[in-house]
């Protein structure tokens, strides 16, 4: 089975600090995806990327990075934490094939204080 | 540009009753259509998926078939249980490029004994 780990389940952090989510898939997956989730808006993408080294923005880039070393770990950065980036981050991956086809990891429950 | 309208939840049922979740979508061209589900605690998972016109697709005891008449991909089932409790995303992929998916805003779905 595909696994997706996302390294913190709840992070719990004060405004203005740096934050880094990561998250790792264990089957040679080329697509890799960051997503936040708030109550009554849905699921929206922040940044995703199609290879090593490769990022594109989502519909929501800004207040975020994001870095691609390695084809099995995607880290989304928050710079400089806000309030308002308090919210649950979903990883997710996909084969090259099949894009649409995602497998998401568990999710992490960010507080900013 | 691309986006899924579903309907609103919560959705309260008892058991054994039918369930229909609408989802509409707007894409250019013909696109790709999803159901995912989270069940409490997870991430997403795929349900099932429907890749062109008249496609229907099933798992679980779900269906949904992609109308490209009505622009619609709703989610069925005849017979929920307890266990199907969950929040239920529709999504779509447009075929051309290379574009990641686009979600639905979910709707939680709550099956009583």
């Known amino acids: 089975d595909v696994k997706v780990t996302q390294s913190s389940r709840y992070l719990v952090k004060r405004t203005g600090e740096k934050v880094f989510l990561e998250c790792v898939q264990d089957?040679?997956?080329?697509?890799m995806f960051w997503y936040r989730q708030d109550p009554g808006l849905g699921l929206r993408l922040i940044y995703f990327?199609?290879?090593?080294?490769?990022?594109e923005k989502g519909d929501i880039p800004e207040g975020y990075s994001v870095s691609r070393e390695k084809k099995e770990r995607f880290s989304l950065i928050l710079e400089s934490a806000s309030t308002n980036q308090t919210s649950m981050y979903l990883c997710?991956?996909?084969?090259?094939?099949?894009?649409?086809?995602?497998?998401f990891g568990e999710g992490s429950r960010l507080t900013v204080l | 540009g691309n986006s899924v309208t579903q309907m609103e939840g919560p959705v309260t049922l008892s058991e054994e009753a039918f369930l229909t979740i609408n989802c509409t979508y707007t894409?250019?061209?013909?696109?790709?259509l999803f159901w995912y589900v989270q069940y409490p605690g997870e991430g997403l998972q795929l349900l099932l998926k429907?890749?062109?016109?008249?496609d229907k697709g099933s798992n679980k005891g779900f269906e949904a078939t992609y109308r490209k008449e009505t622009t619609s991909f709703h989610l069925e089932k005849g017979s929920v249980q307890v266990s199907d409790s969950a929040v239920y995303f529709c999504?779509?992929?447009?075929?051309?490029?290379?574009?990641?998916?686009?979600f639905g805003k979910g709707t939680r779905l709550s099956v009583i004994a």
């Open positions: 990327s199609y290879d090593v080294k490769m990022k």
């Open positions: 999504a779509l992929r447009r075929v051309s490029g290379n574009t990641p998916l686009v």
């Open positions: 089957m040679d997956h080329e697509n």
């Open positions: 997710a991956s996909s084969t090259g094939r099949r894009i649409g086809e995602l497998f």
């Open positions: 429907a890749t062109k016109a008249d």
């Open positions: 894409a250019t061209g013909y696109p790709s």
